[in-house]
């Protein structure tokens, strides 16, 4: 049997940082209710100019560099995001050029904060199915150009980012054991984004009374997403055969340490076995877990043969895991 491993990963964040005490001068917040309420200290904006498909490239190149895989080698790129550098033509096909991937097939994935692991899906798919070799997977955002800076309820939580690994296909037991992919569009306004697509085009009005602009109802996501984000990890460990003691690193979706903390102990899971990066960094949306990842495993903190449980929940509703062997 083809197995999809993971053999490179990569990420990059903007160099801005914004601080909560930077969001109190200009909003009525404050530090201690944002570190409380939330678990975010600081978040990374990206620069004028900076653009979903230069944070992706930097973060792809980085992961190529560590699986050894050059831009030629690549058959496929698949891009999660919700804030891609054009409504069409894909960032992945940005990223495709940018990167001289001269071979690949290049689309994106939209499905919010759980779009890097549905895009993880394709790849998966495609490898064990023997139609790809190689292949990139990225999660990257801008969530800051999509918020809209007057709303405490919403700007303060996310930051931008993109993480990127490489997907090859191998032998034996290492790899992805399994995705789980689940969405319920029955309360998508609970999280979305109005505008702009074919329903609210652009106009004078939604200009000026901010109307196109990321909305939450976030007392109501945070009940689904804890809800939502234990019950797919326990259906992947479950699925393999596993329970909360095999995992050695769960990595979630970076919404609220809130959030985080609820869904691992509905799990079982101790807190030594959560990843949280959420306090430097914000909610990144599709990028987090590849952020998360990259980091853990520049740190050392991941050893081959460990159980890594990747768990997400995003707008759509969308919500996924993956189960992987490393
Ligand atoms: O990425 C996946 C999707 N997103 C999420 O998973 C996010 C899910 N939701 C959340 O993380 C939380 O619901 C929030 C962090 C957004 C809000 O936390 P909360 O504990 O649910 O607070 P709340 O919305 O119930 O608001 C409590 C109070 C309100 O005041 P009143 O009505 O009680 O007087 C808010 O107006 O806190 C107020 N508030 C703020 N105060 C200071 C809301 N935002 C702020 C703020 N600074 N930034």
């Known amino acids: 049997m083809i197995r999809a491993r993971i053999t490179g990963t990569g990420s990059y964040v903007p160099e801005k940082v914004l601080t909560n005490l930077d969001i109190e001068k200009f909003l009525d917040t404050n530090d201690e209710w944002i570190r409380a309420r939330t678990g975010i200290s600081e978040r990374h904006i990206a620069a004028d100019g900076e653009q979903t498909s ?10 190529m560099e560590m699986a050894g895989v050059s831009a030629d080698e690549i058959d496929l790129i698949v891009v999660g995001t919700i804030t891609g550098d054009y409504p069409w033509p894909a960032t992945a096909c940005v990223v495709q050029a940018n990167l001289g991937a001269k071979n690949a097939g290049a689309f994106d994935v939209s499905a919010a904060c759980s779009g890097f692991l549905y895009a993880l899906s394709c790849a998966v798919d495609r490898v064990e199915a023997g139609r790809a070799q190689k292949v990139l997977v990225i999660g990257a955002e801008i969530l800051s150009r999509i918020v809209n800076w007057e709303d405490r309820n919403t700007c303060i939580l996310f930051g931008d980012a993109a993480g990127a690994v490489i997907v090859e296909a191998g032998e034996g037991d290492r790899g992805i054991l399994s995705t789980h992919l689940h969405a319920d569009g029955t309360q998508l306004e609970l999280l979305y984004q109005p505008g702009f697509g074919t329903k609210n085009l652009p106009s004078v009005e939604a ?10 109802q976030g007392n109501e996501v945070f009940k689904v997403a804890v809800r939502s984000m234990a019950s797919v990890a326990k259906i992947a460990l479950e699925a393999n055969g596993m329970t909360a003691e095999d995992v050695d690193l769960f990595i979630p979706h970076q919404a609220n340490i809130r959030i985080l903390n609820a869904t691992a102990k509905k799990i079982g899971l101790k807190d030594e076995q959560v990843y949280i ?9 599709g990028a987090t877990i590849p952020l998360a990842l990259d980091e853990a495993n520049r740190a050392g903190r991941i050893k081959e043969g460990d159980i890594l449980l990747l768990d997400a929940f995003g707008g759509g509703f969308t919500w ?4 992987l062997r490393w």
């Open 277 to 285: 990066n959420v306090d430097r960094f914000g909610n990144t949306s």
């Open 320 to 323: 996924a895991a993956t189960l």
């Open 207 to 216: 200009l000026k009374d901010k109307s196109y602009f990321l909305e939450m």
């Open 54 to 63: 230069d944070l992706a490239t930097r973060a792809a190149e980085r992961a």
